[in-house]
């Protein structure tokens, strides 16, 4: 049996995802970014605000989530395609990086990007950059 891993992610074209942040994603992730940091300020709004920078990539630029796939080749020549579970950080150890750094390097981290997105040139960095704010925010593995 011959197993390969690959990692997949089901995005809209790139056409599509750059007009996206063309006429919507670059004021709609900014608000996002505003109502998330304002929820993050209380206590008990952090749960959604870090929800809301886990989406992020998804509001800016029609960006999902990577999945790894087990693709399993058997001696019969059948294919067996099976999702692997994303294993995360400890919990504990995402909460106090979170407290620590997690909180104030993400916002510096998203206005960065942000500033990327708003040239041509930086627009693929700025994308990629979003596409890791749920680390930067909380060590989530995605």
């Not at 998804?58 to 790894?68: D, H, K, N």
Request: hydrophobic share 55%; aromatic share 12%; with cysteine.
């Amino acid at each position: 049996m011959n197993t390969t891993v690959v990692n997949t992610r089901q995005n809209p074209g790139c056409l599509l995802q750059i007009l996206w942040f063309a006429f919507i994603g670059w004021w709609l992730g900014q608000l996002w970014i505003v109502i998330a940091w304002i929820l993050m300020v209380s206590i008990v709004g952090i749960p959604l605000g870090v929800m809301m920078l886990n989406v992020l990539p998804r509001v800016i630029a029609l960006r999902g989530e990577t999945r790894q796939v087990s693709v399993t080749t058997r001696p019969d020549g059948t294919i067996v395609q099976r999702e692997l579970p994303e294993t995360q950080v400890n919990i504990l150890v995402r909460a106090i990086y979170f407290i620590f750094v997690g909180w104030w390097l993400s916002a510096i981290w998203m206005e960065a990007a942000y500033a990327l997105c708003l040239t041509i040139i930086g627009l693929p960095i700025g994308f990629l950059m979003f596409d890791l704010v749920p680390a930067v925010v909380s060590l989530k593995r995605t």
